[in-house]
């Protein structure tokens, strides 16, 4: 098995998985903390749907670049969701439903109607379950995720104490002058960038495992939030290759086995919680 | 000049108006309590001081070069709190977040800050704890400590005894009395328990469909404090 993966290894598609893998777990597991916190995993939800819409407008598109369309729709409906959330007569979860069960059924209705390729099934799979596509970036894919992962690294350490202000009480950061507003923004902008991204990996409706997962897992165990965050990316960065490694060695597909193996970390932590408390 | 005055002010949401034509002021030195029943706008005036909203007309003006992002706010707690991964040392901490701008990472000077003022509150043997794991009226005192890292002038608090028991309400007043005495913080608390707010505070503001603002011992004089309050040693009205 050893072996196996040894030779595996070798080959540039597979390191190219390994890296894009480990970086988009990382990003999505350091706002997954404040997501949920912020009871803002629903955006995450409505947001991947979104992007498998946009994906089949620039599939039927025939677009050379599907990420210089998905991007954009993205960040926009991002925008658009958080400003439903505050003021609007349509409340902010119903919102969201209709939105991103509207995405899916349109675009599943596009893929049909113009679709030239003849596994459309397929192809529709791969979009939802990101099955193969990890194993086929290009240099340049692989580059683009490298820099927007940096980016949102370095957005969130800079950030990182206005960020707990803002999560931890709204009203308070507003008193004291800090823009909430401008945060909540940036947080749904750098989500929807982070959910684009994660479509190679783990496919649209998989997504809002990789946020959420291991955020609940850390904060079974930790109780600061700078425990919390740093838990939650080693245990998604660690779940990420644990997961890709398997689906080489057992042929499965990638992002399945990630988020099976992030519900394991989370099971496994839930039990560790409730030992130490009984011991208390 | 007054630490903080509201000009005629109307409150209210979306034009409809809670509270009109109010007008008080607050001295540098002052413990206020302001009072009303449930809906009469007691906290719709406290956003509106914070800047948390807009008034529908009238003015709030600060003296003493008290900015509104220098008021330190005790909220009331939220949900989101209660089961918040944070330590009491990052909550207090969090408090500072006025003085920072937009610098990205906490001083030196601020680190101190945050440790004095949670040594005042009793808190330095808890500052590594899970904020959710403690009692009542310590989360309330965390939360005190940070907004004295935000403010060294003016605290508005929210129901600062909302359900605490019998004891720890005492010591909460305790706490809010001496801030006021010995450590010349100006206070602005909102209550709904009349019978303390007479006992604590210096001055008055009731707010509903009739307005009072004046010293204690005058409120105690007026026609509505006698409404309002039961009488001495007998039965409420």
Not at chain 1, 190 to 210: C, F, H, K, Y
Not at chain 2, 76 to 91: K, M
Not at chain 2, 176 to 192: A, F, P
Not at chain 2, 198 to 225: C, K, N, P, W
Request: glycine share 8%; with cysteine.
């Amino acid at each position: 098995m050893i072996d196996t993966l040894r030779t595996y290894l070798q080959f540039p598609f597979v390191q190219y998985a390994l890296i894009v893998g480990v970086l988009i777990a990382l990003c999505s597991s350091l706002m997954g903390v404040t997501l949920v916190l912020k009871r803002f995993s629903f955006i995450g939800d409505g947001l991947s749907h979104v992007a498998f819409g946009a994906m089949a407008i620039a599939g039927v598109l025939h677009l050379t670049d599907n990420l210089l369309f998905v991007m954009p729709v993205t960040v926009l409906c991002a925008v658009l969701l958080l400003k439903t959330g505050q003021h609007t007569r349509i409340k902010g979860d119903a919102a969201i439903a209709m939105i991103s069960v509207g995405a899916l059924a349109l675009g599943y209705l596009l893929m049909h109607l113009f679709s030239s390729s003849s596994n459309l099934s397929g192809d529709v799979c791969s979009t939802l379950f990101g099955s193969t596509s990890i194993l086929t970036l290009s240099l340049s894919e692989v580059w683009l995720c490298a820099i927007l992962s940096v980016l949102v690294v370095v957005i969130f350490l800079l950030f990182y104490h206005k960020l707990f202000a803002v999560t931890f009480d709204e009203d308070f950061a507003r008193a004291a002058g800090i823009r909430v507003d401008a945060y909540n923004l940036l947080i749904a902008v750098v989500i929807a960038v982070i959910i684009v991204l994660a479509m190679n990996l783990v496919g649209s409706l998989l997504i809002s495992a990789l946020i959420i997962f291991p955020a609940m897992s850390a904060m079974r165990l930790f109780r600061s939030f700078r425990s919390v965050t740093i838990c939650s990316a080693v245990l998604s960065v660690s779940c990420a290759l644990l997961g890709i490694l398997i689906s080489i060695v057992a042929e499965t597909p990638v992002g399945s086995t990630i988020v099976a193996v992030d519900i394991l970390a989370f099971l496994l932590f839930s039990l560790i919680a409730r030992i130490a408390e009984r011991k208390r | 000049m007054a630490l903080l005055t509201c000009d005629h002010l109307t409150l209210g949401y979306e034009g409809r108006a809670v509270l009109s034509d109010l007008s008080f002021e607050v001295q540098a030195g002052d413990y206020l309590c302001v009072v009303g029943e449930n809906g009469s706008g007691k906290t719709t005036l406290m956003k509106t001081i914070l800047g948390l909203q807009k008034p529908l007309s009238g003015r709030i003006v600060f003296g003493d070069g008290l900015r509104q992002n220098e008021i330190g706010y005790l909220p009331q707690q939220t949900l989101v709190q209660r089961d918040f991964p944070a330590t009491v040392r990052e909550i207090v901490l969090s408090g500072c977040q006025a003085r920072m701008g937009r610098r990205p990472f906490y001083s030196r000077e601020e680190k101190a800050l945050a440790g004095k003022h949670m040594e005042r509150m009793n808190l330095l043997p808890l500052q590594n704890s899970c904020y959710r794991d403690l009692s009542g009226g310590q989360q309330q005192r965390v939360l005190l400590a940070r907004a004295l890292c935000a403010t060294r002038k003016l605290l508005v608090l929210d129901e600062p005894v909302s359900g605490l028991d019998p004891r720890v309400t005492a010591e909460m007043y305790a706490l809010i009395r001496s801030l006021n005495q010995t450590d010349g913080v100006t206070i602005m608390m909102i209550s709904h328990d009349l019978a303390a707010a007479v006992q604590e505070a210096g001055s008055i503001l009731h707010v509903g469909e009739e307005v009072f603002f004046g010293t204690r011992d005058s409120y105690l004089q007026s026609a509505m404090a006698r409404r309002f309050l039961p009488a001495e040693g007998g039965q409420p009205a």
